[in-house]
């Protein structure tokens, strides 16, 4: 006998004829939020309200859209994130109110609950369409409005991204399917200077099973979720990965220890599979020697929310100096955290006025990293002089040619660059690039 749960979470955000009169009359970031009727939702919307940020709060049901209107800093829009034209009207209205778009939250999802003999084709493409296609719609139509605030993108995940139990098959696939979709548009989007993050909730309340039961009239062990804390924990880790510094790219999110110790062991289960019985089998040591350089490169990175150059710069020509000139016409640097480093991607025209890019990711520690697409260096390795000040040596075919210090100034809001070394045609130069942050 088949049984289903559905958890439709409405797309949130968008004003249409519910708007929030009561907004904040500050400037504030913007951020829509998808499925923000109840649960996850709508904790998330209450709290990024609260704290002065606008909400765009997407749902489908009139009593819905009406109770989230009346909340201050919300503005309700009517969003179905299977529905193309919804998500259009969406993108043309938030578009229309000036005031950009910095967050996403892909919260709206669904869940069906059942074996795959039981599970109809129905419920699976529904569940599909929301939980996987939903936020590549919506994150696709937003694109344009995050880029121009270089901005952010959060998907509410699940354990069940990285777990899979019996009769949640359609629902491990699309929430495994959103982990793959962050880590490739985390990828895609860097260069352009937004982030992009995967929220991986436990066990919380919310109105999934109650709403999967009224849905279908199917009783099934996920109707009753009333033993279950709040999802403030969730929500508050949400604002995080959407406001801090430097975000993650997981935030792991559990009601008590058990639940992260099965997903964690589950990892390392997943690790045991793909590491026995192939060609390249690694031993006992070499595998705690990668886990060991993993928890390393972890604490370097904990510690580098606070570092001042993280975020978008744009050159000051000038006030910048190349000798010999002329030097580089136009230039913006993005620098961010990612699992491997600090990234960092410079885009811009050169002083011929083509276009450039080039892009190297790099730890503190004095090892050469690779560089793509520079014109004059191979390879680049950077230590820390102080707080605001790092040393490189950049590097070819093996041989340091240049020398550089990039300093950020105590008000955090001018990056100095100054380089000196010789190009691939062995002439010299020096250039003192001034950058001011965006």
Same mark, same amino acid.
């Given at each position: ?64 859209? !009406? ?24 993108? /043309? ?46 994150? !696709? ?85 009333? !033993? ?78 606070? /570092? ?56 503190? /520690? ?73």
């Amino acid at each position: 006998m088949r049984r289903s749960v559905l958890a439709l979470l409405l797309l949130v955000v968008a004003p249409t004829v519910f708007g929030a009169e009561g907004a904040d009359p500050k400037p504030s970031k913007a951020v829509l939020v998808t499925g923000a009727s109840t649960g996850i939702g709508r904790n998330l919307t209450e709290r990024l309200a609260a704290d002065g940020y606008f909400v765009y709060a997407g749902a489908r049901k009139e009593a819905d859209l !009406k109770s989230l209107a009346a909340i201050k800093n919300v503005q309700a829009i009517r969003l179905d994130v299977t529905r193309s034209e919804d998500v259009s009207a969406a993108v /043309d209205t938030i578009t229309k109110a000036g005031r950009g778009l910095y967050g996403l939250v892909n919260n709206a999802g669904v869940a069906a609950v059942g074996s795959l003999a039981d599970t109809s084709m129905e419920e699976f493409d529904l569940v599909m369409q929301v939980n996987v296609y939903g936020p590549y719609r919506v994150s !696709k139509a937003f694109l344009p409005l995050l880029v121009a605030q270089k901005g952010r993108i959060v998907n509410i995940g699940s354990l069940s991204g990285v777990l899979a139990g019996p009769d949640v098959s359609a629902y491990a696939m699309s929430k495994h399917a959103i982990e793959a979709f962050t880590d490739s548009l985390a990828a895609d989007l860097a260069p352009v200077g937004v982030a992009v993050s995967v929220i991986e909730p436990g066990n919380y309340k919310t109105d999934i099973g109650k709403n999967a039961t009224q849905r279908t009239g199917t009783e099934t062990r996920f109707t009753d979720r009333s !033993k279950y804390k709040e999802p403030d924990e969730v929500a508050a880790a949400t604002e995080r990965a959407l406001f801090e510094a430097s975000p993650k790219r997981r935030y792991l999110v559990v009601p008590e220890e058990h639940e992260a110790e099965i997903t964690i062991r589950k990892q390392i289960e997943q690790l045991i599979q793909l590491n026995e019985g192939q060609p390249y089998t690694y031993e006992r040591a070499a595998l705690i020697r990668m886990l060991d350089d993993a928890l390393a490169l972890s604490v370097a990175r904990s510690t580098s929310p606070d /570092d001042p150059v993280l975020g978008t710069w744009k050159l000051n020509v000038e006030k910048s100096k190349f000798v010999p000139g002329p030097g580089w016409q136009s230039q913006i640097r993005v620098y961010q955290i990612t699992p491997a480093g600090v990234l960092v991607t410079w885009t811009g025209l050169d002083a011929k006025g083509e276009k450039m890019q080039v892009s190297y990711t790099y730890n503190y /520690d004095g090892r050469d990293y690779p560089m793509a697409g520079s014109g004059s260096y191979d390879t680049l390795n950077a230590v820390r002089i102080d707080a605001r000040t790092v040393k490189s040596e950049e590097k070819r075919n093996g041989k340091t040619v240049g020398i550089a210090m990039r300093t950020v100034s105590p008000d955090g809001k001018v990056l100095t660059i100054t380089d000196d070394g010789t190009n691939r045609k062995g002439q010299t130069f020096s250039q003192v690039l001034v950058f001011d942050r965006q």
